[in-house]
């Protein structure tokens, strides 16, 4: 067995992955959960140090995953086409990443064989934001960041 054969990332493409494949995918950073400003004149995305009251803080995972669509009304569904229409994903995102044809960076945990290596590395939101309950939408525009992008 080569060495390769295990990163089915690397050879199969996004619409030919099952369920499991796909969402493995999911680096754990949640920088999807954060809360979004869009620019009406430049459609530019900002994005702020809210995060969806799904979200543990602490792991970084939706604490009802299976339930989110149906309890959170803009969580958007993201499968195939998705990654390759949402600009507003990060560029680090995995399903970006590999919808625009980019490796998937050391980081990440089916690479380095660590959930921690996302958080390690500075990539997650572990630490850098707060949920969204009791924030007011006019407060959004103040907690607007610029670590992630850079």
């Not at 990332?9 to 979004?36: F, V």
């Not at 149906?70 to 600009?87: K, Q, T």
Request: charged share 25%; aromatic share 8%.
């Amino acid at each position: 067995m080569s060495a390769t054969s295990n990163k089915y990332w690397e050879d199969k493409p996004l619409s030919a992955m099952t369920q499991s494949e796909w969402e493995s995918l999911c680096d754990g950073c949640a920088r999807c959960c954060m809360l979004k400003l869009q620019d009406e004149d430049t459609d530019q995305v900002h994005y702020t140090a809210a995060v969806c009251h799904l979200l543990d803080l602490a792991n970084t995972r939706c604490t009802r995953y299976p339930d989110r669509h149906r309890l959170v009304e803009d969580c958007v569904v993201l499968d195939v086409n998705g990654a390759r229409e949402f600009s507003w994903l990060p560029t680090t995102c995995a399903y970006r990443m590999l919808a625009e044809g980019r490796p998937l960076a050391w980081w990440h945990p089916l690479n380095s064989g660590d959930p921690e290596s996302v958080h390690q590395a500075g990539i997650s939101v572990r630490g850098r934001v707060v949920s969204n309950e009791g924030v007011h939408d006019e407060e959004l525009e103040e907690m607007i960041v610029h670590w992630v992008e850079q």
